[in-house]
């Protein structure tokens, strides 16, 4: 009927255009062309449904699972080993000890658990702390909950084993013992299942498969060996491998890994490195080294490692949000052991939603998560299946035979699943069919995992997912052809083509029809028709799948609502094209509470929505019946989006603290688009709000400046100041920082001549300089003549180095701006009449205190207080940053671009590196000076408080009467300040 109906439009279709064409209508044979071409991608994803729908049926229909016989035979013989990762980050320890738990009790021989934690070591706060000490403390508590059953399995195996019955009645009471080891077995089982507190759905689904659903099972299987037992039906091999496999069932090993304690493994952020680093070390022998203050894995040297980390055959990877059947592994390892799966690289079940979700949003977006997994297991039919990371267990062969290895902060770092994009899995599967390997979904629902409960995290679950797909079409395109012998079928190009683009391109030809204003003429009653199998099948489906036949509409509303979210996605990767610039990996949010949304995308909800009523009436003044009606449909679906899954209350909560900004940017674009065609109305609304939303990214946005060149601070033993700056430049170059700022002090030069040679190394490697006065003037201390004139002294010498056309920028010394309001109106007006930007601050903690101190510990030779120095320098520069990340929420309701404090002196360049990469493991995305001053808060003078000094977020806190002391204080931290003196300073 899809495609039947696809040929009445294209017939009408091509009516119209000879029409026009006839008629000398460009303008309308254009719009033909355009308007079939729109509904064919449409009705390409609709057909792919379909018959991924049909492959599904047919495979589930000849799908035989292996009988308990078949598995119980292949888990006493020698099984592959495997290796369970949980990759994990700032998990909640009661999400991660589940996962772990599910891992732990799979019923399969010859594995081992690996926790991955992936959260920074050095935590910023004490919540922090609590939170790394609670999941570092899971393993163990797991393997201590799991001692008393499995020295009880090993020693009733020890016992059978030591002395085997031999005659009848040995032989029926030892089935007798057998069976009341069952028994026990079945009671622990039951009594975890009754002590685990059952919080929501994702409990109850845990509890009925990893402990009730095996309780059940163990008595069942002890009451039947009773029976057998008094029948005299039992020999004592069978009896033997019912011992075996029970102790097999609690012989585990959980552990623990940290890639981001060692200096040499990757630190990017993101989960396909946690995992690369541990499966790149995996079959080694390591020990720990200190080398300049940073901690090393390396070869053991001593010829005794304090690291063994045994390798395996296939390691099976797991969400740490993910609960799996307790027969997951063996299931899937029988499956790999198959003649025919011996080409397989990586099997997996996609993951099912939790059943019985309580929210709305949560249960529709359950019920999608659902029919992907129909999805992905129809593509296997056509040999064009995906991995999709959650539970998938992979071979260590066909990982080796995609490895590669590239520079990280100099040291190599091995790459076995490519992180180019934020769906790393995808990329990878392209890798392992280029090396002709294949990938297979196993038919059965045996794995389950969390579905965001709210519109915010959802929006980052999916606007992740759409990132990445158009990167990586070219290398499919490459691929297509080396894949299977060096030919691929045309139905797995088709299908691997269309889930890499169908986020992209179907939201934006639903959004182009309903936005256009096409002519009449093209308008046609098959269009509906091409989506009405999907439809229907989609709701029989849902129905299969658990939920009701009429959630295919709130489905639909939820499609609706994620137009704006998966074209935010498509923009990243477009943007990683144009730029290179690789996309912060966003996690999705596992918190207690609502993640707020981006008020960007809330505001291109209801932009679509106005627009699309906007449309439906003109349409209706106009006669059009069938566009009237498209359009008022679907912004009905928008609006019981907008209602159902995100409500009112909470996106005014989103939206209404953008306050005065988001007002300024509606009189800036002003009402222009209302008079205009609504053809191009909806695109640049919904093309406004993803570029130019302050809301929009993810993660912090941070331009970096250095106070005091050419030089500042003491020099330890072995330091040139030349040496130093060339040190913060490689580091800078090393993190792709660009449009940096060094404020001058023009005044060192006349003391030391010698030093002009740093300015101009700076200015040639792409930075530039700014005025911090001749000689460290204090506002507060000087009147406003004599430090104009230390500014004009100043700029006569920086003439010498910078360009004509570079912005002049100015920084106060001390961050002091007048102590009186007079003096500081009139020095801000006179540096605006001289053509300077003012470069507040917004993230400062004092680095130069470390300088200093350091200076002493290096020279005092106090090893131990130098570690303490940096291990505080990172903390309070973690601290600093979330302090000013929530004081701009505070002000503005929105993460802002900020601007941090820095100096080239000795510590802070040995620390510039990690700074830098501790940052961007907190989600930092470094800008330059110049993008971080179109932020309009730096338009806000405070001009509150009689005197203007330190961070200018703190100004406008104090402005508005919002400003409380924090942790951080107003002045250097005192134990550094402390470090390596004989006699503490005075507080």
Not at 36 to 59: D, I
Not at 385 to 406: E, H, K, Y
Not at 749 to 762: G, K, Q, S, V, Y
């Amino acid at each position: 009927m899809a495609l039947v109906a696809w040929g009445g439009v294209a017939l009408h279709d091509a009516r119209v255009f000879i029409a026009a064409v006839r008629e000398h209508d460009g303008l309308v044979a254009a719009q033909a062309f355009l308007y079939l071409a729109l509904v064919s991608v449409l009705v390409y994803g609709g057909l792919v449904y379909l018959f991924a729908r049909w492959g599904y049926l047919k495979r589930l229909a000849g799908h035989r699972a292996a009988s308990d016989a078949e598995l119980t035979a292949f888990r006493l013989k020698a099984v592959p080993s495997v290796t369970i990762l949980v990759p994990s980050y700032k998990e909640e320890a009661g999400v991660v000890r589940k996962t772990l738990l599910s891992a732990a009790l799979q019923d399969y021989p010859r594995r081992s658990v690996v926790l991955l934690v992936d959260d920074p070591p050095l935590p910023a706060t004490l919540e922090d702390a609590k939170a790394l000490n609670s999941v570092r403390q899971i393993p163990a508590d797991v393997e201590r909950l799991l001692a008393p059953v499995r020295a009880r399995t090993a020693s009733a195996l020890a016992e059978f084993e030591a002395t085997p019955p031999g005659a009848a009645d040995g032989l029926a009471a030892e089935g007798r013992r057998l069976a009341d080891v069952l028994r026990e077995v079945g009671d622990w089982f039951a009594e975890q299942g009754e002590r685990h507190e059952i919080r929501d759905h994702s409990d109850r689904c845990f509890v009925e498969l990893t402990f009730l659903s095996q309780s059940r099972s163990l008595r069942q299987q002890a009451a039947a060996l009773a029976r057998r037992a008094e029948a005299g039906m039992l020999d004592a091999a069978w009896m033997h491998e019912q011992y075996r496999r029970l102790a097999q069932r609690f012989d585990v090993t959980l552990r623990s890994f940290e890639r981001k304690r060692y200096a040499n493994l990757s630190h990017e952020s993101n989960k396909a490195m946690n995992l690369n680093s541990y499966i790149g070390l995996m079959g080694g022998c390591f020990e720990e080294h200190w080398d300049q203050g940073r901690l090393l894995l390396r070869g053991p040297h001593s010829g005794v490692p304090t690291l063994v980390i045994p390798t395996s055959d296939y390691v099976l990877i797991l969400d740490a949000d993910s609960i799996v059947d307790p027969e997951y592994t063996v299931r899937l390892a029988h499956r790999l052991g198959q003649p025919e799966y011996h080409r397989v690289a990586v099997i997996q079940t996609p993951y099912s939603a939790f059943a019985d979700a309580p929210g709305a949003l949560e249960r529709i977006a359950g019920a999608t998560t659902d029919i992907q997994y129909q999805i992905h297991q129809g593509f296997t039919y056509y040999r064009a299946t995906f991995w999709v990371g959650a539970n998938a267990m992979v071979r260590m062969s066909a990982l080796r035979d995609i490895a590669r290895t590239r520079q990280e902060r100099d040291f190599t770092v091995h790459i076995f699943i490519d992180d180019r994009t934020v769906i790393e899995d995808t990329e990878s599967t392209i890798d392992l069919r280029h090396r002709d390997w294949q990938l297979y979904n196993y038919p059965d629902r045996l794995a389950f995992s969390a579905t965001p409960p709210d519109f915010g995290s959802l929006l980052i679950q999916r606007r992740r997912w759409a990132n990445g797909g158009l990167l990586i079409v070219p290398k499919l395109w490459r691929a297509a052809w080396k894949a299977a012998g060096g030919r691929t079928a045309l139905s797995e190009a088709l299908f691997r083509l269309h889930y890499l683009t169908s986020l992209a391109a179907s939201n934006v030809a639903l959004l182009a029809l309903l936005a256009y204003g096409f002519d009449d003429r093209l308008a046609s009653a098959w269009l509906p028709i091409t989506a009405v199998p999907y439809y229907v099948l989609y709701a029989v489906d849902l129905r299969r799948a658990g939920y009701r036949r009429r959630d295919v509409l709130p489905v639909y509303a939820l499609n609706m609502l994620l137009i704006p979210v998966s074209l935010g996605g498509a923009l990243g990767s477009l943007t990683q094209a144009c730029t290179g610039r690789r996309s912060a990996f966003a996690r999705t949010p596992k918190v207690i509470g609502r993640t707020v949304a981006p008020a960007g995308y809330v505001i291109a909800e209801i932009l679509l929505l106005l627009s699309w009523v906007f449309g439906a009436v003109i349409d209706v003044c106009g006669g059009r019946w069938v566009t009237a009606v498209f359009g008022l449909g679907n912004g009905t679906f928008m609006l019981y989006g907008l209602l159902r899954f995100i409500g009112v209350r909470a996106a005014w909560e989103d939206v209404a603290p953008l306050g005065r900004r988001v007002m300024q940017r509606w009189r800036a674009a002003g009402a222009a688009w209302l008079p205009r065609a609504r053809r191009l109305a909806t695109p640049a609304l919904v093309g406004l709000i993803l570029l130019l939303g302050p809301a929009a990214a993810t993660g912090f946005e941070v331009a970096v400046t250095f106070d005091d060149l050419p030089a500042h601070g003491p020099l330890p033993p072995g330091s040139t100041r030349e040496g130093l700056v060339e040190d913060a430049i490689a580091t800078l170059k090393r993190h792709r920082i660009v449009g940096a700022v060094g404020f001058v002090n023009g005044g060192q030069l006349l003391a030391a001549p010698e030093h002009a040679a740093i300015l101009t190394r700076w200015v040639a490697a792409g930075y530039t300089l700014g005025n911090h006065t001749l000689s460290h003037s204090d506002l507060h201390r000087v009147d406003a003549r004599q430090y104009l004139e230390d500014v004009d002294e100043n700029e006569r010498m920086l003439s010498r180095y910078g360009e004509a056309a570079a912005p002049k920028r100015f920084r106060y010394p001390y961050l002091h701006e007048g102590d009186t309001r007079d003096k500081r109106r009139t020095v801000r007006a006179a540096l605006r009449a001289r053509g300077y930007e003012v470069t507040p601050v917004t993230v400062d903690f004092f680095d130069w205190t470390w300088n200093e101190a350091y200076t002493r510990c290096m020279r005092a030779n106090d090893a131990a207080a130098v570690e303490e120095l940096k291990r505080s320098f990172i903390r309070r520069a973690v601290e600093a940053l979330d302090w000013s990340e929530r004081s701009s929420r505070i002000l503005i309701g929105r993460p802002m671009k900020h601007v941090l404090l820095l100096h080239v002196g000795a510590f802070d360049v040995l620390m510039l590196d990690d700074l830098l990469a501790e940052y961007e493991r907190q989600g930092v995305r470094f800008i330059s000076v110049a993008d971080a001053m179109t932020d309009a808060i730096y338009g806000v003078d405070a001009d509150g408080p009689a005197t203007g000094q330190g961070n200018i977020l703190r100004q406008l806190l104090q402005a508005t009467g919002r400003y409380q002391e924090s942790a951080l204080g107003v002045q250097p931290p005192a134990e550094v300040e402390a470090a390596c003196r004989k006699v503490s300073p005075r507080p």
